[in-house]
C-alpha cells in the first residue's frame, strides 16, 4: 500500500496538475523517489499492488506508408476545395503529414504542399540539416525541396517566391488553422497576388476520419489510461492529496511506458469541470472525479471516472451518477452515421434535464463531447448548432456531467468511435461509485 496520511508525502512532491489545462509534468525517477520515500516513513508497504508491466513493445506505430495515404487524401481535398496548396507551420498537422516534430517560435518553418507534385519546405537556414533529417523519414523519400532562409532574411519572400517558382502567385493558399497569426500574416504581405485563408476543409477534413491503424493506437492509448487509473485507485488512502493522487495516476502510465497526467478534484471541487487550484485532501466517503489521459504515437486518450472513497456513496450522489450514466448511454446510442453532432449532445441533455437537472446548461455545463485524435481536442465537436453528419471512423469523448456547486459533480467520460452502424466505447463503462472500473 502506498503511504498513509502521517507519512507527510506531499511535502516531497513537486507541483502537480491542478486544472485541465495544468499537465503534470513529474519524470519518473521523480515519482518513484516520491513513491519510496512515503513508503519507507511510518513502516507503510507498497507490496500489495504489484507494478504494471511495460507496455511499449506492444504500441503499433505510423509508419511511412500511412503518410503517404494522408497526402494523397490531402491533395484531393486540395483540389476539390480549389487551393493551389496548404501550408503547415510546426504542430500536430506537420506531424500527422510529413512525420516532422517540430515547435513553434519566432522562426517560420512550414511545409507547402500543393494540390499536384512534391511539396518544399521553408527553413531557417541553421536548422537545415535537422529539419532535412526528420522530412526523408517520412512520406516524401527524397522527393521534397528545402528552401533556406537566413537570419536576416525573410522567410515570407522565400515562401512567395517558391510559390511563384511552382505557378501559384496567383492560387488560393490555405494557411492551417493553428499556425501562428504573425506567419500568415507575412506570407499574405509577401505573396501579394495570392488568396490567404483557411486549411481547416483539407486538414480537418483528412484528421477527422481515423484510420484502422490510427484506432488501434487510440484504443490501445485508452487502454493504458484505464489500466493506470485502476493500478492508482487501489492504493488510494486517506490523507493524500489531490497532488499525492495525480502523481500516482502518472506513474502508472509511466510504468506501461508512457507520458500520462490527471486532474483530481475532490469534495465540492469536483463541481469545477475544470479544475482548481484550492489544496484539497482525501477522506473517508469523499466524491473523487479524475480526468486524465496519455499519449501513443501522438494519439491522446481521455477518460474521467468519478467514485466515492471507502464505504458507500449517499442516495443523492448514486442518483446523479445513475443519471449521467444514462446520458452517457444515450449518447452513445445516438452516435451513428449520418446523425448530426448536435443530436448527440440533445440526446444525453435530455436524459439530464428530464431528470430535472435543467434546463440547458445549468448543471450540465458543457458539450458532451469533442473530437480526439492527435490532438486532445480536435474536430469535430458534439454541440448545439453542429449540423455535420457523424461519419464512421471519426472519435470522440463521450463526457456528460452534472455538477452542483458546493456539493459535488460527477463526470463520466469515454472515448468512442463512430462505427459502420452505430458507435462504441474504447473504454467499459463505469457501473457505479463504489465500482469505477468495472465493465458493464
Known amino acids: 500500500m502506498l503511504p498513509c496520511s502521517k507519512c507527510q508525502r506531499n511535502a ?8 485541465k489545462d495544468d499537465h503534470l509534468k513529474l519524470n519518473r525517477r521523480q515519482m518513484l523517489q516520491v513513491a519510496a520515500s512515503g513508503a519507507a516513513a511510518m513502516g507503510c508497504s507498497q507490496a500489495a499492488v504489484p507494478a504494471l508491466p511495460n507496455r511499449k513493445r506492444e504500441a503499433k506505430v505510423v509508419t511511412a506508408a500511412e503518410r503517404q495515404r494522408r497526402i494523397l487524401r490531402a491533395q484531393e481535398l486540395i483540389n476539390e476545395n480549389k487551393l493551389g496548396a496548404i501550408a503547415v507551420a510546426g504542430g500536430t498537422s506537420l506531424q500527422y503529414f510529413a512525420g516532422v516534430r517540430w515547435g513553434t517560435s519566432e522562426r517560420m518553418f512550414i511545409m507547402v504542399l500543393p494540390g499536384k507534385g512534391d511539396p518544399f519546405f521553408v527553413v531557417p537556414a541553421f536548422e537545415r540539416d535537422r529539419a532535412v533529417e526528420q522530412i526523408q523519414l517520412g512520406p516524401f523519400g527524397k522527393n521534397f525541396q528545402v528552401v533556406t532562409w537566413e537570419e536576416d532574411d525573410s522567410p515570407y519572400q522565400k515562401m512567395a517566391f517558391m510559390l511563384k517558382e511552382r505557378g501559384l502567385a496567383t492560387a488560393s493558399i490555405g494557411i492551417e488553422e493553428t499556425t501562428d497569426f504573425v506567419f500568415a500574416d507575412g506570407i499574405g504581405k509577401a505573396a501579394t497576388q495570392a488568396k490567404v485563408m483557411t486549411a481547416t476543409d483539407v486538414t480537418a477534413g483528412c484528421r477527422m476520419v481515423k484510420s484502422p491503424l490510427e484506432l488501434d493506437i487510440m484504443r490501445f492509448a485508452n487502454d493504458v489510461t484505464i489500466r493506470a487509473f485502476e493500478w492508482a485507485y487501489k492504493q488510494i488512502k486517506e490523507g493524500m492529496t489531490q497532488n499525492d493522487f495525480a502523481a500516482l495516476i502518472a506513474e502508472g502510465h509511466a510504468q506501461q511506458g ?14 469545477l469541470p475544470h479544475g482548481t487550484i484550492q489544496p484539497q485532501k482525501i ?30 456513496a449517499p442516495e443523492k450522489m448514486k442518483q446523479v451518477f445513475e443519471v449521467v450514466q444514462r446520458a452517457q448511454a444515450a449518447a452513445l446510442k445516438a452516435a451513428k452515421p449520418g446523425a448530426a453532432c448536435e443530436s448527440v449532445d440533445a440526446a444525453a441533455r435530455k436524459v439530464i434535464e428530464d431528470a430535472g437537472w435543467g434546463p440547458g446548461y445549468k448543471y450540465f455545463t458543457h458539450r458532451v463531447g469533442h473530437g480526439i485524435g492527435m490532438d486532445g481536442h480536435e474536430w469535430p465537436y458534439l454541440v448545439k448548432a453542429n449540423t455535420k453528419p457523424l461519419a464512421p471512423g471519426m472519435t470522440f469523448s463521450d463526457e456528460p456531467g452534472i455538477y452542483i456547486k458546493g456539493e459535488f459533480g460527477v463526470r463520466l467520460e469515454d472515448d468512442m468511435v463512430i462505427t459502420a452502424d452505430g458507435a462504441e466505447l474504447f473504454t467499459g463503462q463505469s457501473r457505479s461509485l463504489e465500482e469505477p472500473f468495472a465493465k458493464l
Open 12 to 19: 516531497a512532491l513537486p507541483a502537480a496538475r491542478k486544472t
Open 258 to 271: 508512457f507520458q500520462g497526467y490527471a486532474m483530481v478534484l475532490v469534495g465540492e471541487y469536483s463541481a
Open 283 to 312: 477522506r473517508e466517503g469523499t466524491i473523487i472525479l479524475i480526468d486524465g489521459g496519455c499519449t501513443v504515437e501522438g494519439y491522446k486518450s481521455d477518460i474521467s471516472r468519478t467514485f466515492v472513497v471507502g464505504g458507500k
